[in-house]
């Protein structure tokens, strides 16, 4: 199943994607949760829930996407972890190397942009990069999970372009500042289940592509760090809860390394698309 999330006047909502229509939230029956959050929350009837809400689905008015004011996939996540340095190519690129522990940053849920939304350069840098990723959503709380337990904590997976200002990132030792201006994290364009993807979506082609040039091009069956052991380490830190996005990391290819270096610009599109799941597109604006 597909889920998408939009704005509505009276706040955001959220509803099921088919094709290119999209049934609404209250068209989706007496049973069908307020809010994102609320289905991530319902963790002891979820099952039933998605088989009632995909019944519904099947019988209810739709509304064209392209008619909604869409949201990032999960519009405020409680926590976005992000893995840096999780493709040997990228990491080859570089000139770092991979070690026994993930690089592991926060992004802010106010940096995030919807599908189709404009990806903003901002006043201060022209070092806007590029990087496709796997964005993976929890479903219920993970705390000491072991790696054979941890895929059962997975919601659902979508893409992700983790933009960067890599003036920024590379002021201090500390990453966080070029990984958080405001509307550069792309999310979406839509959040698919688990079982629509392979078991911890191995195996499926990642790219971006810049003006319809492919920059990235990469398989997940690639990352250094995968899902399940991902979740594993960190819920051996911290409680990971139902709407919190882990982002996997980026594969090689992208703008800093090129020569000569590569920065979206003003009036650029940047697509990232996982096979399986979609393709999430940004114009840039300036
Ligand atoms: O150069 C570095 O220190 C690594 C850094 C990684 C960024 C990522 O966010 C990623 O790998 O997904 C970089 O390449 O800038």
Redesign the pocket.
């Known amino acids: 199943m597909r889920f998408v999330s939009y704005n509505t006047p009276t706040g955001p909502s959220w509803g099921i994607l088919v094709g290119e229509s999209v049934v609404e939230q209250q068209n989706l029956g007496a049973n069908a949760p307020a809010s994102l959050q609320e289905l991530f929350d319902s963790t002891d009837n979820r099952e039933t829930l998605l088989a009632d809400l995909a019944s519904q689905a099947a019988n209810s008015p739709t509304v064209a996407v392209d008619q909604l004011s869409l949201l990032p996939c999960v519009p405020k996540p409680g926590k976005v972890i992000?893995?840096?340095?999780?493709?040997i190519d990228?990491a080859n690129e570089?000139g770092?190397t991979i070690g026994d522990y993930p690089?592991v940053f926060l992004r802010c849920s106010s940096s995030l942009l919807a599908h189709k939304a404009p990806l903003q350069v901002p006043k201060i840098s022209d070092k806007l990069d590029y990087?496709a990723?796997l964005a993976v959503v929890i479903g219920s709380r993970a705390r000491f999970v072991s790696e054979s337990e941890a895929l059962n904590c997975v919601f659902g997976y979508a893409c992700f372009n983790?933009a960067?200002l890599?003036d920024y990132?590379r002021k201090t030792a500390q990453?966080t500042v070029g990984?958080n201006f405001d509307n550069t994290g792309g999310f979406g364009p839509c959040l698919v289940t688990t079982d629509e993807l392979p078991e911890g979506c191995v195996g499926l082609r990642i790219q971006s592509r810049l003006n319809g040039t492919v920059m990235q091009d990469a398989d997940t069956a690639n990352m250094a760090f995968g899902v399940a052991r991902t979740i594993a380490l960190l819920s051996e830190a911290m409680t990971l809860e139902p709407g919190d996005v882990i982002l996997m990391?980026?594969p090689g290819g992208?703008g800093?390394?090129r020569t000569p270096s590569v920065w979206m610009k003003a009036g650029d599109t940047i697509e990232v698309e996982i096979e399986g799941i979609g393709t999430l597109i940004n114009e840039v604006c300036a």
């Open positions: 992000c893995l840096g340095v999780n493709y990228h570089g770092n690089a990087e990723e983790d960067t890599r990132q990453w990984k990391g980026t992208v800093y390394a």
